[in-house]
């Protein structure tokens, strides 16, 4: 009897080897092709474009299938614009002299390409602030951020949930350099599209 005992533990022993083995080979060869064929897809990886190393810009997803769905929301005008300024505090407001919301609207409308349309009930709405930055306020500790003249911050929204967001820095109080940041924070979010 004693002898079958051992055949028995001998045979476990070469099945449990044997698993070990074919686990091991498994995962070895789910590593070498599988994930780094993960981390190689172009289509996850998104690059940063020209005009975001211009000045300091900040962009998060919040929803990637949203966002995939609601560039064509885009492209037909199904959204809305809504805009506000956020002027400075502890100095005289500037920005209300070099833009209006209704020009930076038109700015927004040329960087998307397509007016939106009226009278709609679903659509997207990209909600702006004009940040004027407040370079006399005493807690501003940074100095770079006080070369700064303001900021805009554009969220992209879906059923008053948020699905992405930009900020970017504006050097300059002039028009055309508020014109390029909106540019800038269009080209960011169809950039965030995969398709």
Do not use: W
Request: charged share 30%; proline share 2%.
């Amino acid at each position: 009897m004693r002898r079958g005992a051992r055949d028995s533990q001998v045979i476990n022993n070469f099945f449990s080897f044997a698993t070990i083995i074919i686990i091991a080979v498994v995962l070895t060869l789910y590593i070498k092709y599988i994930v780094k064929d993960e981390e190689k897809n172009p289509k996850n990886k998104i690059v940063k474009l020209t005009c975001e190393n211009d000045t300091f810009t900040y962009s998060k997803v919040f929803n990637q299938k949203l966002v995939n769905k609601s560039i064509k929301a885009l492209e037909k005008g199904y959204y809305k614009l809504d805009g506000a300024f956020l002027e400075a505090l502890d100095m005289k407001s500037k920005i209300k002299d070099v833009v209006t919301l209704s020009e930076v609207d038109k700015f927004y409308i040329n960087s998307i390409g397509i007016i939106p349309k009226e009278n709609i009930k679903k659509f997207l709405e990209i909600q702006y602030e004009i940040i004027e930055t407040d370079k006399k306020k005493p807690n501003k500790k940074n100095d770079e951020i006080k070369l700064n003249s303001g900021s805009i911050k554009t969220s992209f929204k879906i059923n008053s949930k948020e699905i992405f967001r930009v900020y970017t820095d504006f050097t300059f109080m002039y028009k055309n350099a508020i014109k390029q940041r909106v540019e800038c924070s269009i080209k960011v979010f169809k950039n965030h599209v995969q398709k």
